[in-house]
């Protein structure tokens, strides 16, 4: 007995050229969403949202995150300009940790902490500078060793079927 396979939508209308385009309107639309979400939740932060606020737009930004690098770790990808190597993860650690020392300090500052100590609260900005670009350089030079291994196999799969 055959199956019937029901469409609920129309078949793609587009040709290549229109394909290309709309997949790099679609790639910019996510980014904006991504950069767009993640600034919502800066200015949650310091603003003093709700606990509940900011874990749920915690959560939306964790889960678009990880969706995304599962999938491009799935297909051997890493990045559009940057080599999965140490010299790109460190290169990507050192902005993240510049990027929490900026904002643990505004976020001291604006709360009034430290206010009788500003060396200490520079310092306690650096500690978590410090450990954000070790986390990071970790997280990153995992997922690169696993990209890696991913690629070197979907390359030995082309090649297998090339041969055939």
Same mark, same amino acid.
């Given at each position: 007995?055959?199956?019937?396979?029901?469409?609920?939508?129309?078949?793609?209308?587009?040709?290549?050229?229109?394909?290309?385009?709309?997949?790099?309107?679609?790639?910019?639309?996510?980014?904006?969403?991504?950069?767009?979400?993640?600034?919502?939740? +800066?200015?949650?932060?310091?603003? @003093?949202?709700?606990?509940?606020? %900011?874990?749920?737009?915690?959560?939306?930004?964790?889960? +678009?995150?990880?969706?995304?690098?599962?999938?491009?770790?799935?297909?051997?990808?890493?990045?559009?300009?940057?080599?999965?190597?140490?010299?790109?993860?460190?290169?990507?650690?050192?902005?993240?940790?510049?990027?929490?020392?900026?904002?643990?300090?505004?976020?001291?500052?604006? @709360?009034?902490?430290?206010?009788?100590?500003?060396?200490?609260?520079?310092?306690?900005?650096? %500690?978590?500078?410090?450990?954000?670009? %070790?986390?990071?350089?970790?997280?990153?030079?995992?997922?690169?060793?696993?990209?890696?291994?991913?690629?070197?196999?979907?390359?030995?799969?082309?090649?297998?079927?090339?041969?055939?």
């Amino acid at each position: 007995m055959k199956r019937k396979n029901i469409r609920l939508l129309p078949p793609i209308a587009l040709d290549e050229r229109q394909r290309q385009q709309m997949y790099q309107i679609e790639h910019r639309g996510f980014w904006f969403a991504y950069f767009g979400i993640l600034a919502l939740l +800066l200015l949650e932060i310091l603003t @003093n949202a709700s606990g509940i606020l %900011i874990g749920c737009t915690m959560i939306l930004l964790l889960a +678009l995150s990880i969706y995304t690098e599962c999938c491009c770790i799935r297909r051997g990808l890493w990045d559009w300009r940057l080599k999965p190597n140490p010299k790109s993860n460190a290169l990507m650690s050192m902005i993240g940790a510049v990027c929490i020392f900026v904002f643990t300090l505004l976020v001291y500052t604006k @709360n009034g902490y430290f206010v009788n100590s500003p060396a200490l609260m520079y310092l306690c900005a650096l %500690i978590a500078a410090f450990f954000t670009f %070790i986390l990071t350089f970790a997280l990153l030079s995992v997922t690169a060793h696993i990209c890696n291994k991913r690629n070197a196999r979907l390359d030995e799969a082309c090649e297998e079927d090339e041969e055939e």
